[in-house]
Each structure stands twice: as C-alpha cells, then as structure tokens.
Nanobody, 126 residues
C-alpha cells in the first residue's frame, strides 16, 4: 500500500495550494481518504476526508469554506484545494486511508484510517 502526498510548498497568506494524494495497493473505491496536519508543538489534526465510495465529505471548522477535497477514482488520487491560506495553516500535511462504509473511516464514527502516507510541508508566510 502506498499513499503519496505531494504539492506542499511556501505560499504567502491569502494564496492557494493544491495537494495531491496518490493511492495504490488497495481498492480505491472501497476506501475513504483523509487529510491530517501537524504543526510544530501541536497535536495532529484531522481536518478533511472523502469517501471514494459515495463522495461524502467532512471538513473541520478550521478549514471549511476555504479548503475543498475531491476524488478522482480513475487516477486513484485525492486532491485538496487550499485557498485563502493563513499562517496558522502552516504544518506538515498527511493523507491517510481507511475502509469506507456505514461505520468505516470518514463515516462520522471515530474509525481511524488504516494506512498513512508521508507528509508534505506547507508553509504560509505572513
């Protein structure tokens, strides 16, 4: 199983970035993909996820209306469009995957993802 996150970089406040999470090694349509981030000295935060099976999404309040998650089930890739970036968005961003379903990952239950990718650093300058 591989989850390859990419697209991080340095951007000014108010700018945009698009992250990608390319997945392989599992049946993409049966899984949900989520994005987490961890800033220095802070706990890891799950802020968005999408179920590849039915397209349902979740956003934390901290990113709602600024970030958009989407899934390309042909390319087995999940994208995260990040707009109106703020310095407090600076963090290492990780994607993760877990089986979807009624009580699966990204279903509203506290089911954790099964697989993790490496992180990509996002730095937002003020």
């Amino acid at each position: 199983v591989q989850l390859q996150a990419s697209g991080g970089g340095l951007v000014q406040a108010g700018g945009s970035l698009r992250l990608s999470c390319a997945a392989s090694g599992f049946t993409f349509d049966d899984y949900a993909i989520g994005w987490f981030r961890q800033a220095p000295g802070k706990e890891r935060e799950e802020f968005s996820c999408i179920s590849s099976s039915d397209g349902s999404t979740y956003y934390a309040d901290s990113v709602r209306d600024r970030f958009t998650i989407s899934s390309d089930n042909v390319k087995n890739t999940v994208y995260l469009q990040m707009n109106s970036l703020k310095p407090e968005d600076t963090a290492v961003y990780y994607c993760a995957a877990g089986p979807a379903g009624h009580v699966g990952y990204c279903s509203g239950y506290a089911t954790q993802p099964r697989y993790w990718g490496q992180g990509t650093l996002v730095t937002v300058s003020s």
